[in-house]
């Protein structure tokens, strides 16, 4: 509703012929809109000023209440109903007529002043009039030809529904904020960012956790935090404090949290204030040496991790390797630095493979393990792991070769053995099933084919018996020729018609 794109605003102009007729109909509201005077400020039954500096310039009066605690924050995207008129009554704009309701993001300029305030202050369902002065309007300029300059203007508002900003990375609505509090600046943690923070978890209204903790940013596992809130703490600005709405798949999933009382596959809310962080020195102001220290440091975290069974933050560390490493200019590396950075990049992909393969992304160990082979073409390990993803997914024939290639590396390595007499029983077994399948639909083939000649037979000349052969027993059941003929309501020819009847034709 403002005058910087608003889409209010641009329905404003898009209906010229009924604004045509109100300012017809209402020679008050003409006059109004051609000399540009303010309006007189209505005075409601019961209105409340909730503008920032309490100057009356906004004012709200709620018509019906709405439900819940909860009000929309900066961020969150609204869906409305609303009739805008002048003070006279005049009517300027109405959703409800084009019976399309409206959305727009709180907070974001997308909306005069007075609706991010107003809104921001209704709960779900309340439909509220809000009195709005020209400083939290249109101002002094308007919006010609239906909004005057220094306008008072008034909106019955619906509010139906709102969503926070949506901050999962597959955008499925996993992970929504709400801002209760902005942050100061424009910094944000990246990975590795030692974050303070603190947490109030709640399921149905109901605390469960409340407390502050430190910890790197992708260890939060570690310390008991779910996924849902480390994925929104990269977005985080210092000071900041947000509502998050996590869904079951970025919390405690199919498995809930008995400790907590919380079911399976429950939706949780925290409010998460950033208290303050520390980014670590971003890559490219490392120099080489500082690239392979950290990618160090990575590999032992990300071993700590797997170890651990906690695969995810195992592949994010070994990920951040791959990162640090592979544009790195070996033109300023030494031999050794060279050897370095080529055994951290094939241990990044090895194990990242072996995260994988633990976790049934097959697909992603089979890309691991080729980029692996890229670096090493005999590595055996990539070779072993890659064959295993090919076992469980059914590739007998491309497993069976992977295992074959592993004993030719390797001819003691008796892990490979083991899985190459396995996949050759498999293999086996699946030849066999086809034979029976196979034979028992030639068996199907054979059978409809002796049945084709059976009928063939049946039908042949040879079985008619020959009119000799005619005997009277064959006709026991048949009716005389009389009575065949009365049943279909026919009758016998006298003697001599017949004849008669041949020679007239």
């Known amino acids: 509703m403002d005058t910087e794109g608003s889409k209010i605003e641009e329905q404003l102009g898009t209906d010229e012929q009924k604004e045509q007729m109100q300012v017809e109909n209402d020679e008050q509201t003409k006059n109004t809109i051609q000399k540009g005077e303010s309006n007189p400020v209505p005075v409601n039954p019961n209105p409340v000023d909730i503008s920032p500096d309490q100057d009356g310039g906004i004012l709200k009066e709620v018509i019906t209440p709405g439900t819940g605690e909860d009000s929309p924050c900066s961020g969150d995207e609204v869906i409305v109903h609303y009739v805008g008129k002048h003070t006279d009554g005049t009517r300027f704009d109405s959703s409800r007529e084009r019976g399309e309701k409206f959305k727009f993001k709180i907070g974001k300029e997308q909306v005069i002043k007075a609706w991010d305030i107003g809104?921001?202050?209704?709960?779900?369902?309340?439909?509220?009039?809000?009195?709005?002065?020209?400083?939290?309007?249109?101002?002094?300029?308007?919006?010609?030809?239906?909004?005057?300059?220094?306008?008072?203007?008034?909106?019955?508002?619906?509010?139906?529904?709102?969503?926070?900003?949506?901050?999962?990375?597959?955008?499925?609505?996993?992970?929504?904020?709400?801002?209760?509090?902005?942050?100061?600046?424009?910094?944000?943690?990246?990975?590795?960012?030692?974050?303070?923070?603190?947490?109030?978890?709640?399921?149905?209204?109901?605390?469960?956790?409340?407390?502050?903790?430190?910890?790197?940013?992708?260890?939060?596992?570690?310390?008991?935090?779910?996924?849902?809130?480390?994925?929104?703490?990269?977005?985080?600005?210092?000071?900041?404090?947000?509502?998050?709405?996590?869904?079951?798949?970025?919390?405690?999933?199919?498995?809930?949290?008995?400790?907590?009382?919380?079911?399976?596959?429950?939706?949780?809310?925290?409010?998460?204030?950033?208290?303050?962080?520390?980014?670590?020195?971003?890559?490219?102001?490392?120099?080489?040496?500082?690239?392979?220290?950290?990618?160090?440091?990575?590999?032992?975290?990300?071993?700590?991790?797997?170890?651990?069974?906690?695969?995810?933050?195992?592949?994010?560390?070994?990920?951040?390797?791959?990162?640090?490493?592979?544009?790195?200019?070996?033109?300023?590396?030494s031999d050794d630095q060279k050897a370095e950075k080529q055994a951290l990049v094939l241990a990044a992909h090895l194990n990242m493979a072996m995260c994988y393969l633990k976790t049934n992304d097959h697909v992603s160990t089979i890309e691991q393990c080729n980029k692996a082979l890229k670096i090493d073409e005999t590595n055996e390990k990539a070779v072993f792991r890659r064959g295993q993803a090919h076992l469980a997914m059914n590739d007998l024939e491309l497993a069976r070769d992977d295992f074959k290639k592993v004993t030719d590396i390797s001819p003691e390595n008796k892990a490979a053995k083991n899985q190459l007499v396995l996949v050759n029983k498999k293999i086996r077994e699946l030849v066999q099933k086809e034979k029976q399948t196979y034979a028992g639909m030639f068996q199907k083939f054979a059978e409809r084919d002796a049945k084709k000649k059976e009928l063939q037979n049946c039908n042949d000349d040879s079985t008619v018996l020959p009119v000799g052969e005619w005997t009277n027993e064959m006709a026991e059941d048949m009716m005389p020729i009389e009575q065949e003929m009365e049943a279909f309501g026919e009758k016998m020819p006298e003697r001599g018609t017949f004849n008669q009847t041949e020679e007239d034709d």
């Open 119 to 333: 809104v921001a202050t209704m709960k779900r369902g309340e439909v509220a009039l809000l009195t709005c002065g020209p400083d939290y309007a249109y101002g002094e300029n308007g919006s010609p030809p239906k909004i005057p300059a220094n306008a008072t203007l008034t909106f019955e508002i619906e509010l139906f529904d709102w969503g926070g900003e949506d901050l999962s990375e597959e955008k499925d609505g996993g992970v929504c904020r709400s801002l209760l509090e902005s942050g100061e600046g424009y910094s944000t943690p990246d990975d590795d960012a030692t974050v303070e923070i603190h947490l109030i978890g709640k399921y149905s209204n109901n605390i469960f956790e409340e407390r502050d903790v430190t910890f790197i940013r992708g260890e939060g596992s570690e310390h008991g935090i779910v996924e849902g809130v480390e994925v929104a703490l990269k977005h985080f600005k210092k000071g900041e404090r947000s509502r998050l709405v996590v869904q079951s798949k970025y919390a405690y999933g199919s498995s809930g949290k008995p400790e907590f009382n919380i079911p399976p596959n429950s939706e949780l809310v925290y409010e998460v204030t950033m208290k303050t962080f520390e980014k670590v020195k971003a890559s490219w102001d490392m120099d080489s040496e500082e690239k392979l220290q950290q990618s160090t440091i990575n590999k032992t975290k990300g071993t700590t991790f797997f170890k651990a069974g906690k695969y995810k933050p195992a592949i994010n560390n070994y990920k951040k390797i791959i990162s640090y490493l592979e544009h790195i200019s070996e033109t300023d590396l």
